[in-house]
């Protein structure tokens, strides 16, 4: 797969720790398309590589958006970029790929935990723009954490995003079997975020009687590659 170079068009503060880069071709000229899901190889400074999903329109050809969580127990990945990564820099990533796809749902239930709405968030503008029956649940810490939070509220979309906060009223707090609903062949469920996160939803899908073919996941936390 050929390597791209990309050019920072944007840099911003999206939350609490959380940056978005928005990478464009140096020309202006059209990047390769990709699918609700993908996520590109970024070479980041110090000559690490790590995965990003991709979190705007897959519909768009000019520019492809990323959001990068600055993790504590970082080996250099997240903090290479949030440090060392401005607007104007140049970038090496690679062409996007999708092992987290949309499949056709009569239904499609999409939970993302912290930095794992970055995936959810592209499938929530496709479903939206096919027209598809979707709702998304948002959980995060806190309001301050919730990137793309206003950008969510003011979507066409938005009246099917929930969003959950830890620090919040119980009554606004993520009810899993209420969100997951009864099972349903033609309802697939997707999720992405941390690994506790993950188990709990697959675990409680799993209790519910969902099959496995049904619940897809990807954590946010991909493997380094040297």
């Given at each position: 797969?050929?390597?791209?170079?990309?050019?920072?068009?944007?840099?911003?503060?999206?939350?609490?720790?959380?940056a978005s880069?928005?990478?464009?071709r140096a020309?202006?000229?059209?990047?390769?398309?990709?699918?609700?899901?993908?996520?590109?190889?970024?070479?980041?400074?110090?000559?690490?590589?790590?995965?990003?999903?991709?979190?705007?329109?897959?519909?768009?050809?000019?520019?492809?958006?990323?959001?990068?969580?600055?993790?504590?127990?970082?080996?250099?990945?997240?903090?290479?970029?949030?440090?060392?990564?401005?607007?104007?820099?140049?970038?090496?990533?690679?062409?996007?790929?999708?092992?987290?796809?949309?499949?056709?749902?009569?239904?499609?239930?999409?939970?993302?935990?912290?930095?794992?709405?970055?995936?959810?968030?592209?499938?929530?503008?496709?479903?939206?723009?096919?027209?598809?029956?979707?709702?998304?649940?948002?959980?995060?810490?806190?309001?301050?954490?919730?990137?793309?939070?206003?950008?969510?509220?003011?979507?066409?979309?938005?009246?099917?995003?929930?969003?959950?906060?830890?620090?919040?009223?119980?009554?606004?707090?993520?009810?899993?079997?209420?969100?997951?609903?009864?099972?349903?062949?033609?309802?697939?469920?997707?999720?992405?975020?941390?690994?506790?996160?993950?188990?709990?939803?697959?675990?409680?899908?799993?209790?519910?009687?969902?099959?496995?073919?049904?619940?897809?996941?990807?954590?946010?936390?991909?493997?380094?590659?040297?």
């Amino acid at each position: 797969m050929t390597d791209l170079v990309v050019k920072v068009l944007a840099k911003r503060r999206e939350a609490e720790g959380i940056a978005s880069f928005e990478l464009g071709r140096a020309d202006g000229g059209p990047l390769p398309a990709f699918s609700a899901g993908s996520h590109v190889d970024v070479h980041v400074p110090g000559g690490l590589v790590r995965q990003y999903s991709l979190c705007n329109d897959a519909g768009e050809r000019h520019r492809y958006r990323m959001a990068v969580l600055r993790d504590p127990q970082t080996r250099g990945g997240s903090a290479g970029l949030h440090d060392s990564v401005n607007e104007g820099d140049l970038l090496t990533i690679s062409e996007p790929r999708n092992h987290f796809p949309l499949v056709h749902a009569k239904r499609t239930v999409l939970l993302a935990g912290g930095i794992g709405i970055t995936p959810l968030l592209c499938m929530a503008q496709r479903l939206h723009a096919i027209d598809a029956d979707f709702e998304l649940h948002y959980c995060t810490r806190s309001a301050a954490r919730t990137a793309f939070r206003e950008e969510i509220a003011a979507a066409p979309f938005a009246q099917r995003v929930h969003f959950h906060f830890d620090d919040g009223d119980a009554t606004q707090k993520l009810d899993l079997p209420k969100a997951l609903g009864a099972r349903d062949a033609g309802t697939h469920l997707y999720v992405c975020g941390p690994t506790g996160f993950i188990q709990h939803v697959t675990q409680t899908a799993q209790g519910l009687g969902w099959p496995p073919a049904q619940v897809h996941l990807e954590y946010f936390g991909a493997a380094p590659q040297d």
